[in-house]
């Protein structure tokens, strides 16, 4: 059964949870540096390096609630109660950041509240997210198809340790995206930001492997078991791998290497959370077979997204395309 | 508990709270992404620049409004997981796929191509911003019919079965998509989405009318709303009655409310103009009717019987007094838009349409009508199927997530703080820079090169001295 109907949609949800972490993870990461901008011009730059594709970015993330909603509407319904308040907070962290593309072109006396807003937003939504992928990793207490446990569980101390790691680590998609789209003055603080981020990323997933393998024996068993080792052994070896071409670009002064090889490391945790969680897709009970919408469901919404998400991919490729290149602080239609 | 308020009351008044915010960006974006698109057309085909400035004044507002909307939708998105989570484990298997359409054929088609329409015009050639302009207003429109389908099945539903743990499962797509009442409910929102924008519109070239600092694209922005609405009301008024039509054939119930009628009418029901509904002696104290009317309008028959809510039992009756209320609203402005689009016909034909200064202000006052109406007939329509989430068969108490109500309460207070705080920022924005006239210099200035288009030689040489002036800072 490798290749039911909800084998395929866990693998395009997860692809859009992953799109989704990469895209918005820049975006939220420039807007986490933004306080650290020196003047006024930077932070144009900096907010005009986004401006044009935030809003697809943070579209995946709306694909992943209401692709939940479609295919795996169980895992929708006992994941959001739990996670309650992380998601509302984030939410409304997105709003503060979400309008300030606008707003602060529109105001010069209130700029910077919606710089703050900009920021604050930026940070806690990322704090939030990583937050939610800490108290999944924990686990979410399900009985009857409801969630039964109380609205603190998720904070913990190892939720609140993976909610910095996400905020490190779009801090540093950030400012490698940064690199790309910036030159002169700007660009080198950008790369002084990466030598701190990087570091700083690398030892929380550092500690996260570590501790995550105990919190639930079956995590443990998919990581150690024999003959698995063998295949779980290539993740930590990729990260040695992306590390050394994200130092070694850092050091040549590299444009598109650090982000390239920050985007891998992503990447990768993404799949070592994934080789945790299989075959559940909230831990510690619910499968992803479980939680699955009837066949007639997946298999009408398949039909479209089969077509639509190439599509968007191309659309998507092609509006960064428009925007490629370094940003002329002069530009924009403000 | 605090405030004696129950969880799901509470999780009531949020999703009321937050949906209500939420559709007034839509319906402001899915009519000014059409008009947006129509300019930019008429600018290209025309070579008219006044297209141009309104094209460019009417984007900044855009942006602005679709930005809310977006922020305000995504919270949509996840607040039937948060605080109806067993309404969406049941309802998922059907309604999911219709929300993920939603997301794949227009969500991802509006933010994609948006950048490019805001901020393209230097970087693509004319055709493909048209393009990007014209695929953002298609995207609009299909996100209305998806959402719209979604919600109409809510009130029709049909083409599912029920499985061993409850979910509606889908039997027949066809049949889910397109329920009864789906069709009338799109036209209905999408002519209320383009009114809304037409008066928004109108109202702000009257107030520069009234200002004396209006430049023909002002004049053109009002002749065009005005247009609008004299044309598109009545095909509103209409689309509203086959709506009502539609209602009462499927959730006769509403329609009891809507109309105030408490009592059974046997010999032909009379057309409740105006009362106060008394849902404790249930019936409406102080009703200014006409005999028989409602019989007439609603079953084209003077002494059709009409039955009342004294047939349905109080646990499924809708609150009479909101319904009652809400509905007049949305008529009453629905009459008022048609008379102003008439007003308009005659001013032009009289040749007064821009010097008439009580037609402007009329115009100006109605500014804001649309929202009110589009929010009083959402209110009609979303508490007149309660106490049902689907109608007849699920429950509204039924539907409810188990979170405790200190944490819905705490919520709801920050989503009221900062909605009041951050959308109320917004829209001081878009009053503000609708309170400045389009002005044509704007154009050159602000979109820099026009190498789009063949427009006269004077602007020509203005914009490239501009391209040359920006080369000497590089």
């Known amino acids: 059964m490798m290749f039911d109907l909800p084998f395929i949609w866990a693998g395009i949800i997860a692809f859009s949870i992953l799109t989704y972490v990469i895209l918005d993870g820049f975006d939220l990461g420039v807007g986490i540096l933004f306080p650290f901008a020196s003047e006024d011009q930077d932070r144009d730059v900096m907010m005009n390096s986004i401006a044009p594709v935030w809003d697809g970015n943070e579209t995946w993330l709306v694909m992943g609630g209401g692709g939940l909603f479609a295919v795996f509407p169980l895992a929708y319904a006992t994941a959001l109660p739990a996670l309650y308040m992380p998601i509302t907070i984030m939410l409304l962290a997105l ?19 919606w710089d703050i807003s900009f920021f604050g937003g930026s940070f806690i939504a990322a704090l939030m997210q990583g937050i939610v992928l800490g108290a999944l990793v924990q686990g979410i207490e399900i009985e009857n198809r409801q969630y039964v446990g109380g609205w603190w569980d998720w904070l913990t101390p190892f939720s609140v340790l993976t909610g910095f790691a996400v905020v490190s680590g779009y801090a540093l998609l950030g400012s490698t995206w940064l690199i ?83 985007l891998a490391i992503f990447v990768l945790c993404f799949i070592g959370v994934g080789i945790s969680f299989y075959p559940h897709i909230v831990p510690p009970s619910l499968t992803i077979a479980e939680a699955a919408a009837p066949d007639s469901s997946l298999l009408f919404t398949l039909y479209g997204t089969a077509i639509l998400i190439p599509l968007i991919l191309s659309y998507t490729a092609y509006a960064y395309w428009v925007f490629r290149g370094k940003v002329d602080p002069k530009e924009g239609y403000h | ?67 809310m909307g977006v922020v305000s939708g995504i919270v949509m998105s996840y607040q039937f997981g948060t605080n109806w989570s067993v309404f969406s484990d049941i309802t998922g298997p059907v309604l999911g796929p219709l929300m993920a359409y939603e997301v794949l054929s227009a969500f991802f088609l509006e933010a994609g191509f948006l950048g490019i329409m805001l901020f393209g015009r230097e970087r693509v050639g004319p055709s493909l911003l048209m393009f990007a302009t014209a695929m953002v207003a298609f995207g609009t429109l299909m996100s209305a019919t998806w959402i719209l389908s979604v919600n109409s099945w809510m009130y029709t539903p049909q083409g599912f079965l029920i499985n061993d743990v409850g979910q509606f499962v889908p039997d027949d797509w066809w049949a889910i998509v397109f329920n009864p009442s789906f069709p009338y409910r799109l036209a209905h929102m999408v002519l209320a989405a383009f009114l809304t924008v037409a008066f928004v519109v109108g109202a702000t070239g009257a107030w520069h009318l009234l200002k004396k600092q209006a430049g023909p694209a002002t004049k053109t922005m009002f002749s065009m709303a005005m247009w609008m ?7 509103q008024i209409f689309a509203g009655d086959l709506h009502g039509l539609n209602t009462l054939e499927y959730q006769p119930v509403k329609v009891m409310a809507m109309e105030g009628h408490y009592d059974s009418h046997p010999e032909g029901a009379p057309l409740i103009l105006f009362g106060i509904p008394n849902s404790e002696e249930k019936r409406i104290d102080y009703a200014i009717q006409i005999p ?11 002494n059709e019987p009409l039955d009342g809510l004294d047939t349905v039992p109080d646990s499924d009756e809708p609150p009479v007094a909101i319904v009652f209320w809400s509905f007049r609203i949305m008529i009453s402005i629905g009459f008022a838009m048609l008379g102003v689009g008439l007003w308009s016909l005659w001013a032009r034909r009289r040749g007064t349409f821009y010097t008439s200064k009580w037609l402007h202000r009329a115009a100006f006052i109605m500014g804001p009508s649309g929202f009110v109406a589009v929010l009083a007939g959402w209110v009609t329509t979303e508490v007149g199927r309660q106490p049902f989430t689907v109608y007849s068969l699920l429950r509204t108490s039924d539907s409810l997530s188990p979170v405790a109500a200190p944490a819905v309460a705490t919520s709801l207070v920050a989503f009221i703080i900062v909605y009041f705080f951050v959308f109320g920022a917004g829209a001081f924005y878009i009053v503000r820079l609708m309170s400045k006239p389009p002005s044509e210099l704007d154009t050159i200035l602000d979109d820099g090169p026009l190498r789009a288009a063949g427009t006269t030689p004077a602007i020509q040489m203005k914009s490239s001295d501009l391209k040359a002036n920006e080369r000497e800072q590089l």
Do not use: C
């Open chain 1, 95 to 113: 709003i503060f950041r979400g309008v300030a593309f606008e707003y602060r072109w529109r105001t010069q006396r209130w700029e910077r509240v």
């Open chain 1, 180 to 262: 790309i789209k910036t030159d002169g003055e700007l660009q080198t603080r950008m790369r002084k930001f990466t030598w701190i981020f990087a570091p700083s990323t690398l030892i929380f997933i550092g500690i996260i492997s570590v501790v995550t393998p105990f919190l639930n024996p079956v995590y443990f068993e998919h990581w150690f078991a024999f003959p698995a080792i063998f295949y779980t052994t290539a993740v930590p070896l990729l990260v040695l791998y992306s590390t050394w071409r994200l130092y070694d670009g850092l050091k040549k002064k590299g444009d598109f290497a650090p982000f390239l090889s920050s």
């Open chain 2, 1 to 67: 508990m605090p405030f004696d308020l129950s969880a799901e009351l509470l999780a009531r008044i949020q999703f009321a709270f937050t949906i209500s915010f939420h559709i007034i960006f839509p319906a402001f974006s899915i009519g000014l992404a059409s008009y947006l698109a129509v300019l930019n057309g008429l600018w290209l085909w025309k070579n008219e620049l006044k297209y141009l400035a309104l094209f460019n004044y009417w984007k900044k507002v855009f942006a602005l409004a679709f930005g």
């Open chain 2, 229 to 235: 609405a004299a044309i598109v009301t009545p095909i």
């Open chain 2, 292 to 302: 028989k009317l409602s019989s007439l309008i609603l079953k084209h028959d003077l």
